[in-house]
C-alpha cells in the first residue's frame, strides 16, 4: 500500500537555502518511534460529536494528539459543485458520505443556513486544550478554502487566514501555533503567511518526511511535518477494505520504523463517529508495534532543524483521493 504521492504534476524552481534557525532540537532516538496524530475538524457535527469522543479515546489510552479546528461557519453543502471534479464521485461510491456527515451537515450552507462552529462550540474547542492536547488551525470555511485556495490571489488567501486567526485568539486568549491546510489545498502566499505569522510548524502537506518548504522558489522558514500514511476514507472500499479491516491497511504500513516517525491525520467526522471502533484496534496495534503517539508539536521538538532536508512544495495526486494536492516534491539541492 502506498504511503506517499505517487505522481507529481509540476516542479518548483529551486533557490539556495536560507540559514538555519537559530533553534535546534536533536532527535531523541529513544523515542524515535513515533505517530503523530493529527486531527481534522472540518464541521459542526464532528466538533459537537466527534471531538468529545476522541478526547476521551485518547485520555483513556494516555495517547497525545493535535487537534485542528474549522473556526467559521459550517458550508459543508456547498462541496456539492465537487461532483464536477475528476474522481471525486468514485471516492464518493467507496465511501458513504451521507453515513459518515449526516443529512444536516450536507444541508449546510445550501438549503440550511451554516452554523457558526467557533461561535457555537467554544467551550469544546478549550476543553480540549484544557485537557493538554495541542490544538490549532484548520480553516475558516472549510469548503471555502479547499475549493479557492489553489487559484486565489494574496488578498484573499490573508483575509482567509486573518479570520481563522482572530477567531482562534478570541476562543483560546492566545495566537495559534500551527496549521493544518484544509484539503491538503495550499498557493504560495499561504506558505508565506505562515511564516510571517510566526508558526515554527505546519501540517499542510502530503509527503514521506519532515522538511523545510520551498514554495516557487522561495524558501519558507516554516517547517512542514506532512501526513506520511493513507487516510481511511482514502482506503475504505479498496481491494475489499470494510470499516471492520481498515486497520490492518494502518498497521501493516507502519511495520517498519521511519526514521522521522510517521503522522497520520483522522477526521473527526469519521474516526471520532462511525469509524470510533477502526481507531481503537488502530491504536491497539501501534501500541504492540511500540509506537508512541504524539501531537506534531511534539514531533517537531524532535527535529534537528539544521539537518533537515529543503523539498520543494508542489500539487500532485495521492491514491484514493480526488483532485490535486499539496506534496513533498523535489529535495534541493537533487
Not at 157 to 184: M, N, V
Not at 191 to 202: C, I, N, S
Not at 234 to 261: K, R, S, W
Request: with cysteine; aromatic share 8%.
Amino acid at each position: 500500500m502506498p504511503i506517499v504521492p505517487v505522481t507529481v504534476i509540476r516542479f518548483a524552481d529551486c533557490v539556495a537555502a536560507p540559514a538555519s534557525a537559530s533553534l535546534l532540537f536533536s532527535f531523541d532516538r529513544q523515542a524515535m518511534k513515533t505517530i503523530a496524530l493529527k486531527v481534522d475538524v472540518d464541521t459542526y457535527r464532528g466538533t459537537r460529536e466527534g471531538v468529545p469522543r476522541l478526547l476521551e479515546l485518547f485520555q483513556s489510552r494516555g495517547v497525545n494528539a493535535t487537534f485542528l479546528f474549522s473556526l467559521g461557519r459550517d458550508h459543508t453543502g456547498r462541496a456539492i459543485k465537487r461532483v464536477f471534479r475528476r474522481g471525486f464521485m468514485k471516492k464518493v461510491s467507496r465511501t458513504s458520505v451521507l453515513e459518515h456527515y449526516g443529512l444536516m451537515t450536507l444541508l449546510y450552507g445550501t438549503l440550511l443556513p451554516g452554523p457558526d462552529i467557533g461561535r457555537r462550540c467554544g467551550d469544546i474547542l478549550r476543553s480540549t486544550e484544557a485537557a493538554g492536547f495541542e490544538v490549532g488551525i484548520h480553516c475558516w470555511d472549510h469548503v471555502r478554502w479547499q475549493d479557492g485556495v489553489v487559484n486565489a490571489d494574496a488578498q484573499w488567501t490573508k483575509a482567509e487566514l486573518d479570520l481563522a486567526s482572530e477567531r482562534f485568539t478570541e476562543i483560546f486568549g492566545h495566537p495559534a501555533a500551527t496549521h493544518g491546510a484544509a484539503g491538503w489545498q495550499m498557493n504560495r502566499t499561504a506558505y508565506r503567511l505562515e511564516q510571517r505569522m510566526g508558526w515554527t510548524y505546519a501540517s499542510d502537506t502530503r509527503g514521506s518526511h519532515p522538511f523545510w518548504p520551498i514554495a516557487e522558489g522561495e524558501p519558507i522558514q516554516c517547517v512542514q511535518l506532512p501526513t506520511t500514511l493513507p487516510t481511511l476514507d482514502e482506503l475504505l472500499g479498496l481491494d475489499g477494505i470494510t470499516p471492520e479491516t481498515v486497520h490492518n491497511q494502518l498497521i501493516q504500513a507502519t511495520a517498519h520504523e521511519a526514521e522521522y516517525g510517521h503522522v497520520f491525520t483522522l477526521h473527526a467526522e469519521m474516526e471520532g463517529m462511525k469509524l470510533l471502533p477502526a481507531m481503537e484496534r488502530m491504536l491497539d496495534g501501534w501500541e504492540a508495534q511500540g509506537y508512541q503517539m504524539v501531537s506534531m508539536g511534539e514531533l517537531y521538538g524532535m527535529l534537528d532543524l539544521k539537518n533537515l532536508p529543503y523539498h520543494a512544495v508542489e500539487m500532485g495526486e495521492v491514491d484514493g483521493r480526488a483532485g490535486l494536492l499539496a506534496v513533498q516534491g523535489a529535495r534541493y539541492p537533487s
